[in-house]
């Protein structure tokens, strides 16, 4: 086995690894399945160990497979920073692919209509933008860059607050002239609720005055979902009330298809810290297209986040 074909090899190992599928690296690498299970076979002969174990639907790493990845990822990433490094000469131009991975909503919402600009700035930046609610450990998925909402549990990562989130309780003008504005979270319990079935599953809506503890108030509708831009919609169609951060509803506030209601009260959906952050592997801090992310990112959304600047945002009746 040549050099040349170790590395490709490796590369393709960890892809494989990476997405559980022969067939799902192949057409990111643009290479046929079989020339890909044939780059694992070789490598699995050089080295004599299986690493895969290779299933009808997916494919596992073996115990010797798990180990080896943890090894050659680093030196793979130590690699591509070198390269990237090296061939940037003495501009320091950041290139080559940059993996983003953001929630689904917030990717839609507030990273796509961001990467025409991005990439126009850096031309030699390739961008992969995955979309998904569910968080993925970016060093086990090859994120270069993840952004996530709420609190980070895995300290090994390197991360950075990109800002803070604000709840709002908003509903249309036509349900509110049909059912009344609630003014106080004790009147909340008539009204049609459409609520986020997310990870802890609580049918709770929680608000406070000043520097009060927040308070429970549990709250009920006819309609509950795991998508967030669903519900949205259903109180565009004057179906309820919904609470959600401003980034997901400025918009519709701004236009006047949503009203915010007891903006003198902080609301949660729970009691704890929600903020957005830029999560990174160690070993991506010093690549140029990560920082260039990073810092184009942080610079776009600003302080404070451009989706609560405008007054409507943040202030109603």
């Known amino acids: 086995m040549s050099n040349e074909l170790t590395l490709l090899s490796l590369r393709l190992f960890v ?5 559980g599928s022969f067939t799902e690296s192949a057409r990111r690498c643009g290479l ?3 020339s890909v299970s044939r780059h694992i076979q070789g490598l699995e002969h050089l080295l004599g ?8 639907r997916a494919v596992t790493l073996t115990e010797a497979g798990a180990a080896y990845l943890l090894e050659v990822r680093d030196l793979i990433a130590s690699l591509d920073l070198a390269t990237e490094r090296a061939s940037g000469g003495a501009a320091g131009a950041p290139r080559g692919l940059l993996r ?3 929630p689904i909503a917030f990717g839609r919402r507030h990273v796509a209509p961001l990467l025409a600009d991005y990439q126009a700035r850096y031309p030699e930046v390739e961008v992969e933008l995955t979309l998904s609610d569910a968080f993925h450990d970016p060093v086990a998925e090859g994120a270069d860059i993840t952004i996530r909402i709420g609190m980070l549990k895995d300290s090994s990562l390197s991360s950075r607050k990109l800002t803070a989130q604000h709840y709002v309780l908003c509903a249309s003008p036509a349900y509110l002239a049909r059912h009344g504005r609630p003014q106080v979270p004790l009147e909340l319990s008539p009204h049609n609720c459409l609520l986020y079935k997310g990870t802890s599953g609580a049918q709770k809506w929680y608000f406070r005055t000043g520097t009060s503890a927040f308070q429970a108030h549990v709250v009920s509708g006819n309609l509950t979902s795991n998508n967030a831009e669903s519900l949205v919609e259903a109180a565009l169609q004057h179906q309820g009330l919904v609470l959600f951060p401003t980034w997901l509803l400025h918009d519709h506030i701004d236009s006047g298809r949503l009203e915010v209601l007891m903006a003198d009260h902080e609301a949660a959906i729970d009691t704890t810290v929600h903020d957005i952050h830029l999560i990174y592997p160690e070993n991506r801090l010093r690549s140029l297209k ?5 810092d184009y990112l942080i610079e776009r959304i600003g302080t404070p986040p451009y989706w609560d600047r405008k007054p409507a945002a943040v202030q109603g009746a």
């Open 49 to 56: 160990q299986r690493l895969l174990f290779r299933h009808t």
């Open 100 to 102: 983003i991975n953001a």
């Open 32 to 34: 046929p399945p079989s």
């Open 290 to 294: 990560v920082l260039s992310f990073r």
């Open 15 to 19: 892809d494989v690894a990476t997405t």
